[in-house]
C-alpha cells in the first residue's frame, strides 16, 4: 500500500452535477449529466491525536437536505468515506463532509450519485491518492447502496465525465464518453408527489426478469441509434432511438400523468421523451432553449389541470464534476 502523506488539516471544495440515466432504452448503460443542478461537497480532514479510530460527520444544508440521514452508513457519501478510508488506511483522520443539497433526493435526477461522486473526488485530491477514474467511480458507486441496495454506474458516470456516457460492466468496469451535440436541449419535469423510501431499489424491484426476445432486439436496436446519433452529434439520430419497450410501460405507472405529460410534450416540439431514471421525473429533448421553454410550459399547465405541483428544469449536457478550491 503506498505511502499516505501526513495531512493535520485540509479542505477540499468539490461539485458534481445532477444527471440523467437509461435514455430509455439504454437501462443501466447510459448516463447523461445534466447542468441543471449541482451537489457541492465540503470536505475536512483533521490529523486525531492519541489512538482513537477515524469518525466521519456528516452535515447538510440546501433545498434537499431535509430527508437526507447523518449517518454514514445510510448517507451517499458516507458510504464512500468509509470505503476509501478502510481501503487506505485513513482511521487516524476525522473526516467532516459538509453537503451543500441542491438536488432532491427522489427527484430521478441522480441525487445520491452527485453526493458520492463529489465526495470520492474530494478524497482522492486532499489525500493525493492519485485514482483512476474507473476506480474512483467503483468507489463513488458505493454511494447508490445507500438508495438503491445495489452499486450501478450510469448516474455515476454521467455525474463524474459530463456529457453521454456508456457503462460497460462485463467482463471489466470500462466507461466510454462521448461529447454531446452543442445544441441539445433537455427539459425535466418533476411532478412534486411522495415517493417510496429507497425508491431507486423499488423502481428496480418491480422490472421484469424476463422479456421477449422481439422486445430485446427492439431496444437493442434503439440504444444502437442513441450512440450513433451522439457520436455524429446528431440530435435528431439520438432522440430516433430514445423508445424503450420494457422498462417505460412498467415504471410509467408509478407516475401520475405520465401519459398526458408525454403527449402534450411531443405535441409543443419534443424530439424525444423519457422517464429520467427511476423516475417520478421525465426528460424531454429538443434541439433549442425556445422549444425547451414551450415544453416547460406545456409540462406544468398539464400537471396543473391534473392538479399536481411539478418543477421544471430547462438545461444541457454537464461537464461533470469540478475541484473548486482547496486549502
Do not use: W
Request: a positive charge; one cysteine or more.
Amino acid at each position: 500500500m503506498r505511502k499516505i502523506n501526513e495531512i493535520e488539516y485540509q479542505e477540499c471544495i468539490t461539485s458534481a452535477p445532477s444527471s440523467t440515466a437509461n435514455l430509455g432504452p439504454g437501462y443501466d448503460v447510459f448516463g447523461l449529466g445534466l447542468d441543471a443542478l449541482e451537489d457541492i461537497v465540503t470536505l475536512k480532514v483533521i490529523k486525531k491525536s492519541g489512538s482513537n479510530l477515524n469518525s466521519i460527520k456528516i452535515k447538510t444544508k440546501g433545498e434537499g437536505s431535509k430527508s437526507i440521514p447523518i449517518d454514514p452508513e445510510l448517507n451517499s457519501s458516507g458510504k464512500v468515506a468509509k470505503k476509501i478510508i478502510a481501503d487506505y488506511n485513513l482511521h487516524k483522520y476525522e473526516c467532516i463532509i459538509d453537503i451543500e443539497k441542491n438536488i432532491p433526493p427522489g427527484y430521478g435526477m441522480g441525487s445520491s450519485a452527485a453526493s458520492a461522486v463529489a465526495t470520492a473526488v474530494a478524497f482522492n485530491k486532499i489525500f493525493k491518492l492519485d485514482i483512476q477514474d474507473t476506480k474512483l467511480l467503483n468507489y463513488a458507486a458505493e454511494g447508490e447502496l445507500a438508495s438503491a441496495g445495489v452499486k450501478h454506474y450510469d448516474n455515476i458516470a454521467g455525474s463524474f465525465f459530463g456529457d453521454f456516457v456508456i457503462v460497460r460492466s462485463t467482463p471489466g468496469l470500462e466507461f466510454i464518453k462521448i461529447k454531446s451535440p452543442k445544441d441539445l436541449t433537455l427539459v425535466v419535469c418533476v411532478p412534486l408527489i411522495d415517493v417510496p423510501k429507497m425508491k431507486t431499489e423499488f423502481a428496480r424491484s418491480i422490472l421484469p426478469k424476463e422479456v421477449p426476445l422481439k422486445k430485446m432486439v427492439q431496444n437493442l436496436s434503439n440504444a444502437c441509434t442513441i450512440v450513433a446519433g451522439f457520436f455524429n452529434k446528431d440530435i435528431q439520430m439520438i432522440c430516433n432511438g430514445i423508445d424503450d419497450c420494457i422498462i417505460e410501460p412498467v415504471r410509467q405507472k408509478l407516475i401520475p400523468g405520465y401519459e398526458q405529460v408525454k403527449e402534450r410534450s411531443l405535441q409543443a416540439g419534443a424530439l424525444a421523451f423519457a422517464i429520467s431514471g427511476a423516475g417520478p421525473a421525465t426528460i424531454a429533448f429538443s434541439n433549442s432553449k425556445n422549444k425547451g421553454l414551450q415544453i416547460s410550459e406545456v409540462m406544468k399547465d398539464t400537471y396543473e389541470k391534473l392538479d399536481i405541483e411539478c418543477k421544471t428544469f430547462i438545461c444541457n449536457p454537464s461537464r461533470g464534476a469540478k475541484i473548486i478550491s482547496t486549502k
